[in-house]
């Protein structure tokens, strides 16, 4: 094989945020960068250039990270399957490689924190494991380990170390809440509960002050609770009248004391640290996942759960939004016929429309709670096809995004796949029932042309020939079937032991490539009355990812 043949696909940019990882945004010591997760990746952004570094070694989805006091180290967990164990990866922030990898916890690691001076790196595990471990940055190695909370409660959800000291941190979950010491010598943690009184709490994240005096804890209730680390007893809790809706997420100390608080609703708020009364109040969309201070608190940055990342200046207490994206399965890419310029992507719920060059968002055409399944524009531009798992082909102009038309019941089990021809007045569609159907459309008028029944499987692309006579469907049923548009009858069909995803024409349509699940890479010969095809089954190219995995 010749030696550049070998070489890799290089990745440019991406366009995306892994919003529900829980304080997954971070903001590096330098002021400059960005962090954060997006599915087996560590992104390192530029804030100003918007250029991107990539951080690769996992194995799985990324569950958590953090950052060193002095930024000189980054640490992610990750989700495994059930039985495994999952990795923790220390990288070196300059050399953007890995520095250790430790491995102990099984299936999750829930939370990770670094030490004030960058000597141990605490892990906890998840449900799963239930676990706490202190691991030596110097050499790799795990120090101790204990569970995390007693048997009487539930798993812990956040760890975070004292500002002063390396031999203490504190975990909060699940009714628990415990104040730990390490013990270097003996090799061991010893916990403390703290005592809370009366008060029952689920606590999502913690935050230390500066001098290591006291702890708050941000709740599902809704409130925020004030613990004294050295007397391990609580203190004083708010606000205890009107608490913040679906509960506290993420809270970060700002350089006043006071308290930056992201909730379930969307709210960023800033609270007194001394009566815990709102001092300035905003709301974007989404769950809030993320705070990231920039600076001594200038700026500051917003992550939520629907993938969305927020800048605000705090002095206004205005934002913009700087990136978005889907926050769940992207079901289909696809450009426009000879542009590179735009591309246009499905999900549950939407479809946008991107700036390749930029990643801008053009446009965004909703449909709530709905999947689209596939999307494909017109070759003449006048609009925007998808199909729908409510049986619907929706049709929309692409300058505006309003509906131009709608084919009701177009298949049976949700449309899954669709093509139209280079005069842009046919419209071949596939369905979760297996059936392939031509469609005779204007503005005015869609009827439908002929039903064409072989497939056993949903049909999951469908691509068609340039002179518009033939077209080739690719089903879940391993076949993959090129269709007569001018009979409406089946020429071929193409019988593989795998799950057939994607399937495309070479350019000079001597070939068709086809993706599916074999996880393997053939090439077979076979031929039709009108010309010579080969096959390439590619395993696992599929047209379906996640965006923040």
């Not at 004294?228 to 608490?243: E, I, V, Y």
Request: proline share 2%; charged share 20%; net charge positive.
């Amino acid at each position: 094989m010749a030696d550049d043949a070998k070489e890799w696909l290089e990745l440019q940019s991406t366009i995306g945020f892994a919003g529900g990882v829980s304080n997954g945004l971070l903001v590096h010591q330098d002021g400059k960068h960005v962090i954060y997760p997006l599915g087996c990746t560590l992104v390192v952004e530029d804030i100003v250039s918007k250029r991107q570094t990539f951080l690769r070694g996992h194995t799985g989805v990324i569950s958590c990270i953090a950052c060193s006091s002095s930024g000189r180290y980054l640490a992610s967990g990750q989700t495994t399957h059930m039985g495994f164990k999952a990795d923790v990866i220390v990288w070196d922030y300059e050399a953007k490689q890995i520095h250790t990898r430790m491995t102990l916890h099984k299936v999750k690691v829930q939370a990770l924190t670094f030490s004030a001076h960058e000597k141990f790196l605490a892990t906890l595990g998840g449900q799963d494991d239930g676990s706490v471990v202190i691991w030596n940055l110097s050499t790799g190695d795990a120090l101790c380990g204990s569970p995390a909370t007693m048997q009487s409660a539930g798993p812990a959800y956040a760890i975070a170390f004292a500002n002063n000291s390396d031999h203490i941190f504190v975990t909060g979950g699940d009714h628990t809440l415990r104040v730990w010491e390490v013990d270097e010598v003996n090799r061991k943690i010893r916990a403390t509960d703290c005592n809370l009184g009366q008060l029952r709490r689920i606590f999502k994240c913690l935050q230390v002050t500066e001098d290591d005096q006291y702890v708050y804890c941000g709740t599902t209730s809704g409130d925020v609770l004030q613990i004294n680390m050295s007397t391990k007893l609580f203190r004083d809790f708010g606000p205890q009248k009107q608490k913040f809706s679906q509960g506290v997420n993420t809270l970060t100390l700002l350089p006043t004391g006071n308290l930056l608080l992201g909730t379930g609703d969307g709210t960023v708020a800033v609270i007194s640290y001394k009566n815990f009364k709102t001092i300035k109040c905003s709301k974007v969309s989404g769950q809030i996942t993320s705070l990231a201070l920039r600076g001594r608190g200038h700026q500051f940055f917003v992550g939520t759960a629907l993938s969305h990342i927020y800048q605000f200046d705090f002095t206004s207490f205005k934002y913009t939004l700087t990136t978005a994206c889907h926050n769940d399965l992207i079901t289909d890419v696809m450009f426009p016929r000879d542009s590179s310029e735009l591309f246009a992507t499905s999900s549950n719920g939407d479809i946008r429309v991107w700036h390749a060059d930029t990643g801008k968002e053009l446009l965004r055409i909703t449909v709530p709670n709905m999947m689209c399944h596939a999307v494909d524009f017109l070759p003449n531009g006048r609009a925007i096809l998808s199909g729908w798992e409510d049986g619907k082909i929706r049709s929309f102009y692409p300058e505006s995004g309003k509906q131009m038309y709608i084919i009701h019941n177009a298949h049976n089990k949700g449309v899954t796949a669709v093509a139209v021809t280079s005069d842009s007045k046919r419209i071949i569609s596939g369905g979760g029932e297996g059936q392939v159907r031509v469609w005779d459309v204007s503005p005015q008028l869609q009827t439908m042309r002929e039903a064409m029944k072989e497939h056993k499987g949903a049909v999951t692309c469908i691509k068609v020939r340039k002179n518009d006579q033939e077209c080739v469907s690719a089903s879940s049923d391993g076949t993959c079937i090129i269709w007569d548009l001018v009979r409406f009858v089946r020429n071929q069909v193409i019988f593989a032991n795998t799950l057939f995803r994607a399937v495309c024409y070479r350019p000079d349509e001597c070939q068709i490539i086809t993706g599916g699940t074999d996880r393997k890479v053939n090439k077979n010969q076979f031929s039709i009355t009108s010309s010579d095809y080969s096959r390439l089954v590619i395993g696992r190219l599929t047209m379906v990812a996640r965006s923040g995995n």
